[in-house]
């Protein structure tokens, strides 16, 4: 009796051990943080990694991309979550390369005097339950803080680039919209451009069609 007790704790606890190791491994990854000019802003971008995969599309469209981005305020010890109750897909801030950027080699024209500039993808456009390049992004905008974000382009308007005027106070964005109603952003469907005038009232900022 006492050696079928022993054998079935044996069989237990084998059988725990197992469902344990086949459980999924949680863990968050991080970018190396960089601070924001000489301010007390420090940005730390989140990797999407094997524990949010399922969320998004295939390897070759999410990767070197974010799936959240902390602000941490070196001054008064807080961290600020930029995108803090949806999934979303934010582009790198920095030119893919094959060597990684650090310290002062990190350039960027997300970053403005007052405001950061995201490339965001929020919205399931073709209801595959996946965000990746499929899908429209979008130009937000929020104080250093992260604070304020705002949508900046229109909804189903897909970004495909956008440049910076050299005194910061204009955006011009070329992208598309989906013309022809297949659920794509490619052929089939025409170029357009919009402009943003930018303030550091993000309240205040407009953004309008421009008619070639």
């Not at 989140?46 to 295939?58: A, F």
């Not at 959240?68 to 961290?79: L, P």
């Not at 204009?170 to 303030?199: A, E, P, Q, T």
């Amino acid at each position: 009796m006492f050696m079928k007790k022993i054998i079935v704790l044996h069989v237990f606890l084998m059988l725990v051990s197992v469902s344990s190791f086949s459980q999924k491994k949680t863990e968050i990854n991080y970018t190396e943080a960089f601070q924001i000019d000489s301010s007390e802003f420090y940005l730390i971008p989140e990797l999407i990694d094997g524990d949010n995969r399922n969320s998004y599309g295939k390897i070759w469209n999410t990767w070197g991309n974010y799936s959240n981005v902390h602000i941490y305020d070196a001054k008064n010890n807080t961290v600020k979550k930029v995108f803090d109750k949806q999934t979303v897909l934010i582009e790198t801030f920095f030119k893919r390369d094959y060597y990684q950027q650090t310290g002062k080699d990190k350039v960027s024209e997300n970053l403005l005097p007052n405001h950061i500039v995201y490339l965001v993808r929020t919205d399931n456009f073709n209801k595959d339950n996946t965000l990746d390049n499929d899908d429209p992004a979008y130009l937000f905008i929020s104080k250093r803080s992260g604070d304020s974000l705002t949508q900046i382009t229109p909804n189903s308007f897909h970004v495909m680039s956008w440049t910076l005027s050299v005194d910061k106070k204009m955006i011009l964005v070329r992208g598309k919209f989906d013309k022809n109603g297949n659920k794509k952003f490619g052929n089939g469907d025409d170029d357009s451009y919009y402009r943003i005038d930018l303030n550091d009232d993000i309240s205040k900022i407009k953004c309008y069609p421009i008619y070639l």
